[in-house]
């Protein structure tokens, strides 16, 4: 007879049996959710629904709109896709998980897609959905997964785990199909009930799912074609080099071919700025270029490294930061929480900016604010006068907002989008999300430049990503130019500094789950040590020795 224990569920103490698992538990907790339970933490940590309770513990259930349960449940749903393509058109090829496309994630085919294909594959998933398949976790030994990996034809997933130096791994089955995901998972195919795919074209669709942003619904797919764009520039360029996952930069490294890479990657972006800052001094036209992208997107480098190629033809660039523009800080709107929203649209002095770029294209002399932020208040130290040869650099996460500077002529003005886009995956099944590419970035410089520790970086995060999903993404697309700001070879440097912060973080710490996932994510590359990189490289403002300082 099985012993009984008390455990905790949401603070409330009730008696169960010892043994039993949290997906046998959550069932009892299902209609107190708003979707289906995904995960739970056991004791602050996060377990997936089939591990079992042995003991007194505080348990936490979750629903996708929790950010980690998120990440799981979007796992879950590549893991399904994948089978049930394989399932249907094994024998024409495979899909490829490539990156995220306006709240959905791109996957690309390997065989030609029709959208009769795609309604098949949904359906198929619908059918694995509505059965209630198992995905079983199964600890095995590494060797013999990279052996079953190489047999089943699979070799970069086989190179993945030959990089690693765990005895044991693991695998999750479903049906008679293993694979390797790098997330907790799903316990069984029920939960992943809330999809679409939406087909973009004959090489590939979006897997459409709620975000923690979406308040519950399936967003509506909105292309943005520039964007998509410079990803499939990017993604050409690396097929050109043979580096599409982790795998293949490791094999780079290895071989001693990484300072080779370095320089054709820092080349190429670059030349691009060279070439655009040509267009614009041949253009005689553009007066104002504006800057904008997300957190760590590389800002300050790039239009520096623009102010001084623009320089060497002849022009003489000006640079201005929105941030100096800033309203009084008792001005300043406050957000649901009652702190500052220096993220919102309001928090700029509209007025004042739009006022003063007028003047100084009208050629006339203006008062320039810097913002005193230990103060709250605009101090006016400094004027400015744009003569024939200047050009002004507008940075700013506003400077793609239509409403900025909307009675200056647009054949006066250019438009700039930064992105840093993650160019390579894990693997075919598992993808390396932007947005963790740029925290490490930010967790990095935060730490080197402003004294912050890791846990201050993750703090602020949540805030910083709702005011990037309100203020700039929806504005990329008022972009003349979307540049990609993001290199392939940057995860094997940042490791070397991000680690050591990284495990600073410790478990009774809220945001040790967060640490842990990048740890792991980090682990997977070869260290690179910086002397490689270049002091002209963006990656130096977040690592230091940056010529742009």
């Given at each position: ?114 959208r009769e294909m795609l309604q098949d594959l ?67 195919t029920s939960c992943l009930d809330e999809f ?354």
């Amino acid at each position: 007879m099985l012993e009984n224990i008390k455990v905790y569920v949401d603070l409330k103490e009730i008696t169960i049996k010892k043994g039993i698992s949290l997906l046998e538990l959550s069932k009892m907790y299902d209609n107190m959710y708003l979707h289906k339970i995904i995960i739970a933490k056991v004791d602050g940590e996060y377990h997936e629904l089939n591990d079992t309770i042995n003991k007194t513990c505080h348990i936490e259930f979750f629903d996708l709109s929790d950010k980690f349960a998120n990440r799981v449940y979007l796992n879950g749903l590549v893991y399904l896709t994948n089978y049930c393509f394989k399932e249907l058109f094994g024998n024409k090829g495979y899909l490829n998980t490539k990156h995220s496309a306006d709240k959905g994630l791109y996957m690309e085919s390997t065989c030609h897609l029709t959208r009769e294909m795609l309604q098949d594959l949904e359906c198929k998933m619908n059918e694995i959905v509505k059965n209630n398949l198992k995905i079983h976790k199964v600890t095995i030994l590494r060797d013999d997964a990279i052996n079953y990996f190489k047999e089943t034809g699979d070799v970069k997933k086989a190179g993945l785990l030959e990089y690693m130096t765990n005895t044991y791994v693991n695998l999750y089955r479903m049906g008679n199909s293993y694979n390797y995901m790098f997330s907790l998972m799903p316990s069984e195919t029920s939960c992943l009930d809330e999809f679409k795919l939406t087909y973009l074209n004959e090489d590939g669709f979006i897997l459409r799912y709620p975000t923690i942003y979406s308040e519950g619904e399936i967003p509506r797919y909105k292309h943005h074609a520039k964007l998509f764009e410079v990803f499939n520039d990017s993604k050409e360029i690396c097929k050109l080099m043979n580096l599409e996952t982790s795998v293949d930069l490791n094999n780079k490294i290895v071989e001693g071919k990484i300072g080779d890479l370095i320089k054709i990657t820092e080349s190429l972006y670059t030349n691009k700025l060279l070439n655009l800052a040509k267009e614009i001094s041949n253009s005689k036209k553009v007066k104002i270029i504006l800057i904008s992208g997300p957190s760590s997107s590389g800002k300050t480098t790039t239009t520096k490294k623009l102010a001084m190629y623009l320089g060497s033809f002849g022009l003489k660039p000006k640079v201005i930061s929105m941030d100096d523009f800033f309203v009084e800080r008792e001005d300043t709107p406050k957000n649901e929480f009652g702190q500052y929203d220096f993220e919102c649209l309001e928090a700029i002095d509209h007025e004042l900016f739009n006022t003063t770029m007028d003047k100084l294209l009208k050629g006339e002399e203006v008062d320039l604010p810097m913002f005193n932020f230990i103060t709250g208040k605009k101090e006016f130290k400094e004027k400015m006068k744009l003569n024939k040869e200047d050009i002004l650099l507008i940075e700013g996460i506003h400077c793609l907002n239509p409403t900025i500077l909307e009675n200056i002529d647009n054949s006066k003005k250019l438009k700039i989008y930064l992105s840093a886009l993650t160019e390579i995956n894990i693997d075919e099944d598992n993808r390396i999300s932007t947005t963790d590419n740029r925290l490490i970035r930010r967790m990095i410089r935060d730490y080197y430049t402003r004294g912050y520790d890791p846990s201050e970086t993750l703090e602020v995060w949540d805030n910083v990503r709702l005011g990037e999903e309100k203020y700039i993404f929806p504005n990329q697309d008022e972009a003349d130019i979307t540049i990609n700001t993001g290199f392939v070879y940057e995860f094997p440097v940042l490791k070397v500094y991000a680690l050591p912060l990284l495990y600073t973080i410790k478990k009774d710490s809220p945001y040790y789950e967060d640490a842990k996932r990048l740890i792991r994510l980090l682990e997977i590359f070869l260290p690179v040590p910086s002397e490689h990189v270049p002091n002209d490289s963006i990656l130096r403002e977040f690592i230091g020795g940056s010529y742009f300082k």
